[in-house]
């Protein structure tokens, strides 16, 4: 997401949703394939105060397309019933 995040740059806040899909919502992110539209429709309408607003709501609206294994953690052990764990066996 470096490409569409240095887009903001040169960007003056505070700026609606509506403004920054005016701008830049045509351009593609390159984690998910999607445009910055259809990223930013799925947080509906907001002010972002400065860029790293912007930068926040473009990082939560991005689809599961954009990260790697889904229900991996190496930080936690996979929870009960999680379709992504082992097959569970019993003896």
Do not use: H
């Not at 539209?37 to 907001?46: A, C, K, M, Q």
């Amino acid at each position: 997401m470096k490409n569409t995040t240095e887009l903001l740059t040169d960007a003056e806040f505070p700026m609606t949703s509506d403004e920054l899909l005016d701008r830049y919502g045509d351009e593609e992110i390159d984690l998910s394939n999607e445009t910055l539209r259809e990223v930013l429709e799925r947080t509906g309408s907001e002010t972002y105060e400065n860029r790293e607003d912007a930068e926040f709501a473009i990082y939560s609206g991005v689809s599961d397309r954009a990260i790697g294994r889904k229900g991996y953690s190496d930080r936690d052990p996979t929870p009960l019933g999680s379709p992504y764990g082992p097959d569970q066996y019993s003896f």
